[in-house]
C-alpha cells in the first residue's frame, strides 16, 4: 500500500502523560501536513512541513505540541501533558505541489484516535 | 471565525435519487476548492475538486457547482448508492497551502 500511513491507530492515554505519533507520507511527496478532527467536525489545520522544514504553525498548536520531520520523510506529532481537550483523531497528510496548475492534492491517512482519560 | 460554512449536517436520501450539499466562503482569496469524502474510520478522501475559474466540474456521479459572485459552491450526487452514504467535506484554500474545512455533511442513502 503507497498511501500515507499513520501509527498507531489508537491511543489512549491518562491526562498528564505524554504522546508520540508518527505519519508515513506518500514516498514523493514533499509536503507533510498534520490536521486535527474533533467528533461531528471537519478538520482543522494544525501545521505543515515543505520537506524537513516547518513553514507554518496554527495558533491551535499550542505549546505543548511539537512536530518535527528530521529527514523530510516520516513526521512525528508529540502532544506533552495532554489534557481531556485534546481527545480528537489526529490526521496526517501528504502532497506533491504541481507548479504549473497549484492544485496540490492532499491525500489523507486513516488518523490516530486520541482518548485522555 | 469559521471560514467555509456547509449545510445541510445532514442528509437522507432514497437510493437513485439527488444529493445536494451547500458550501458558502468569505475569503475572496481562496483558489481551490476540494470535496473530500470520509468513512467511518477512516480519513478523508478526495472526491473531486473545482478551480474559481470554472462554473462546474463534473466527474462521473459527481458535480461541483460554482458561483464565484455568490461566494458559493455545491457539491450534486446523482444517482445516489447505498454505498455512497458518509460524510462529506468541502474546503477551500488560499496561497497557503491549507485547507479550511466545513464542519461536514452526513449522508444516508436508503435502500
Known amino acids: 500500500d503507497t498511501g500515507v500511513s499513520q501509527n498507531p491507530r489508537h491511543k489512549i492515554t491518562k491526562r498528564g502523560q505524554n504522546v508520540t505519533f508518527r505519519c508515513d507520507p506518500i514516498s514523493e511527496h514533499n509536503r507533510l501536513y498534520w490536521y486535527r478532527q474533533t467528533l461531528g467536525q471537519g478538520p482543522e489545520f494544525l501545521t505543515y512541513?515543505?520537506?524537513?522544514?516547518?513553514?507554518?504553525k496554527s495558533r491551535l498548536l499550542s505549546d505543548r505540541f511539537s512536530a518535527e520531520r528530521p529527514k523530510g520523510s516520516f513526521s512525528t506529532l508529540e502532544i506533552q501533558r495532554t489534557e481531556q481537550g485534546d481527545s480528537a483523531m489526529y490526521l496526517c497528510a501528504s502532497s506533491w505541489p504541481l507548479q504549473t496548475t497549484s492544485t496540490d492534492t492532499q491525500y489523507f491517512g486513516p488518523g490516530t484516535r486520541l482518548t485522555v482519560l | 471565525q469559521q471560514q467555509v460554512k456547509q449545510s445541510p449536517q445532514s442528509l437522507i436520501v432514497q437510493k437513485g435519487g439527488i444529493s445536494i450539499i451547500n458550501c458558502a466562503y468569505e475569503n475572496t482569496a481562496f483558489d481551490y476548492f476540494p470535496w473530500y469524502q470520509q468513512f467511518p474510520g477512516k480519513g478523508p478522501a478526495l472526491l473531486i475538486a473545482?478551480?474559481?475559474?470554472?462554473s462546474e466540474k463534473k466527474e462521473g456521479r459527481f458535480t461541483i457547482s460554482f458561483n464565484k459572485s455568490a461566494k458559493q459552491f455545491s457539491l450534486h450526487i446523482m444517482d445516489a448508492l447505498p454505498g455512497d452514504s458518509a460524510t462529506y467535506f468541502c474546503a477551500g484554500r488560499k496561497a497557503s497551502p491549507k485547507f479550511y474545512f466545513g464542519s461536514g455533511t452526513k449522508l444516508n442513502v436508503k435502500p
Open positions: 473545482i478551480r474559481p475559474d470554472v
Open positions: 512541513f515543505q520537506n524537513e522544514a516547518q513553514l507554518e
